[in-house]
């Protein structure tokens, strides 16, 4: 079908979807005045009943714990999905780029955008760590910690050092800390089964409201979360860097 | 206007929508979908809302606050969760696509038109 056919086509169905669309803007009840019990429910009984302060990281880590499994193994699969895609064709063996590439790459880098990212670097981390930590209390988890503690190494690459971002966050290194990540989330839910009632059941004291110790297992959840996020995320982009240099080596 | 939040999702939806059939570029067509994506953030949060509520954070407010909805929330984080995942997929398809055809146009995609 022509370009022409084509954008003529999603004219009529577009402008037919969005009044569509607008028309059911009527029925709705109106906006601000949501009534879910279940959410209700959750508000009244979760700080009581795991000491966690942070009603979403609660839901997430203790009530819907199972659901956060299913998550954290969508992303291990559809990571493991990018790097077979773009591993197709490259080598088995894993050998450095050439020295030229990586003088090539982000050569504009000037000294300011070096200096900033240098100081990026540990205010990323310590940012990183402080959200895994304190999930339970302020807003933050795993899946945040983990995007967070990803880009520190990433500004290393902005500082114009790719070949020091792969001494820093190596492939073999990177994998390990998904895979880790995955698993230690899984071993955690077995000690629910075997210390307490169901797989995933909270098992350990539930410690003070507010400290940084409480919630039960929902700061191990977190970090184990954070983990599997951080490898996700580098391996990710180290897939995608590497393709970019492969084309710029000419071999694509 | 107290169905802005949901008209704006409409909004967003149809317009992402426009993005993926209108590119002419893959990678274009893959940021398009993330529009498409966000509409629905706007609408879980829309519908969580509730008037006069605090975030559900209760380190230093009293627990009896009258608080959002959090469960509509945790929904926007698998969202984003699987948004992420789905995105990084469908970029590496195309830079399998642009190795094969030597091009991210999709109407020059030739093998899927013959």
Not at chain 1, 23 to 30: A, D, F, M, R, V
Not at chain 1, 165 to 191: C, F, M, N, Q, T
Not at chain 1, 211 to 233: D, K, Q, R, W, Y
Not at chain 2, 52 to 80: E, F, G, H, M, W
Request: net charge negative.
């Amino acid at each position: 079908m022509s370009r022409r056919g084509r954008l003529l086509l999603f004219g009529c169905a577009g402008s037919g979807l969005l009044a569509v669309l607008v028309i059911g803007l009527h029925g709705l009840p109106p906006f601000g005045d949501f009534h879910g019990a279940y959410g209700l429910l959750v508000d009244r009984l979760e700080p009581g009943r795991r000491h966690a302060t942070d009603i979403v990281t609660a839901l997430n880590f203790d009530l819907r714990a199972f659901d956060t499994l299913g998550e954290e193994f969508i992303l291990f699969a559809s990571v493991t999905g990018v790097a077979l895609l773009l591993r197709h064709l490259r080598d088995e063996e894993d050998e450095p780029p050439r020295r030229s590439v990586d003088d090539h790459r982000f050569a504009g880098a000037s000294d300011a955008l070096r200096l900033l990212s240098l100081i990026l670097i540990p205010l990323l981390v310590s940012l990183g760590v402080y959200l895994a930590l304190h999930g339970a209390l302020t807003p933050g988890g795993g899946f945040q910690a983990g995007v967070v503690l990803a880009a520190g190494p990433l500004a290393i690459l902005l500082a114009g050092r790719y070949l020091a971002l792969k001494r820093v966050a190596p492939h073999w290194a990177v994998e390990a800390l998904d895979g880790i990540g995955a698993l230690a989330y899984a071993a955690i839910g077995l000690g629910g089964l075997i210390f307490a009632s169901a797989y995933l059941e909270n098992f350990l004291p539930l410690g003070t409201s507010g400290h940084l110790l409480s919630g039960g297992m929902m700061p191990l959840n977190s970090i184990a979360v954070g983990l599997e996020v951080t490898g996700a995320f580098l391996l990710t982009w180290t897939e995608f860097l590497d393709q970019d240099l492969l084309v710029a080596r000419g071999e694509l | 206007m107290a169905f802005a939040p949901f008209a704006a999702a409409a909004w967003l939806f149809v317009i992402g929508l426009y993005g993926v059939v209108s590119s002419q570029n893959l990678v274009r067509t893959v940021l398009s979908l993330t529009v498409v994506q966000s509409s629905t953030y706007l609408v879980l949060l829309g519908v969580g809302y509730r008037h006069a509520a605090k975030a559900p954070i209760v380190a230093d407010i009293p627990t009896t606050s009258r608080l959002v909805d959090p469960v509509t929330q945790v929904l926007v984080l698998t969202d984003v969760v699987i948004e992420a995942t789905v995105i990084a997929l469908l970029l590496a398809l195309v830079v399998q696509a642009h190795k094969r055809f030597g091009t991210v146009d999709p109407a020059k995609l030739r093998a899927l038109r013959d």
